[in-house]
């Protein structure tokens, strides 16, 4: 079946530093993938997506690649800042009625 | 702006009572989706709706049920809540059932059962 993982969370950098975020998946097909944010009390956010293989999606300085080889779509900024602190939800879909399949969420946490 | 509006933000129910949580919608988007998502893990998809045709997750539980009255509205019932049932949440849009197409959320409502 369809599933996506994660690296394990609480990640806490200082301000500045590089982040990656891991997140490799399993799908049939061409699944289409996305990085949500949630920040505390509230819903989601798209903060990227790739619809095809070797595709960059990027926002607010944030970074993905569609690797199709690797089966990843790892998550990177060059330079966190406090107000990225948050969980962030790597996720696919693949024509099954558009349901989005989460990874189990990362949760970010940049220090001053 | 456009956007998706879910009210209340917050409710407390006892265990067993009925409760119905609301949707609404400015995107005029075609599908409609409510996930499930307790503490600490990945939201979870209950149901969607594309227009009136109403898709249930197998592995959605009957005590969940949803409405979609109109376009712009969607609710969840949950007829006989738990203490397993208190989660976070969130109702979703798109436009298409693409798996290209975005889906949009709302604030979501956090359930609390008594």
Redesign the interface.
């Known amino acids: 079946g369809n599933s996506v993982t994660q690296m394990e969370g609480p990640v806490t950098l200082s301000e500045e530093a590089f982040l990656t975020i891991n997140c490799t998946y399993t799908a049939t097909g061409y699944p289409s993938l996305f990085w949500y944010v949630q920040y505390p009390g509230e819903g989601l956010q798209l903060l990227l997506k790739a619809t095809k293989a070797d595709d960059k999606g990027s926002n607010k300085g944030f970074e993905a690649t569609y690797r199709k080889e690797t089966t990843s779509f790892h998550l990177e900024k060059g330079s966190v800042q406090v107000s990225d602190s948050a969980v962030y939800f790597c996720a696919l879909t693949n024509n099954q009625g558009g349901k989005l399949i989460f990874g189990q969420g990362t949760e970010l946490s940049v220090k001053p | 702006d456009a956007m998706?509006i879910?009210n209340p933000r917050y409710q407390v129910t006892q265990f067993g009572k009925p409760v119905t949580l609301s949707c609404s919608q400015t995107l005029n988007h075609n599908?409609m989706?409510w996930?499930q998502q307790k503490s600490?893990?990945?939201?979870?998809?209950l149901f969607?709706y594309?227009d009136k045709d109403f898709?249930n997750?197998a592995d959605t539980p009957d005590n969940f049920q949803s409405r979609r009255p109109n376009t712009s509205f969607c609710f969840l019932d949950i007829r006989s809540p738990g203490l397993g049932d208190a989660a976070m949440y969130?109702c979703?849009t798109?436009r298409?059932?693409?798996?290209?197409?975005?889906?949009?959320?709302?604030?979501?409502t956090r359930l609390t059962v008594l």
Do not use: I, M, W
Request: hydrophobic letters at 25%; proline letters at 6%; glycine letters at 10%.
């Open positions: 998706v879910q599908v989706y996930y600490s893990q990945a939201p979870k998809l969607h594309y898709n997750e969130l979703a798109s298409l059932r693409t798996g290209t197409d975005t889906q949009y959320f709302g604030p979501g």
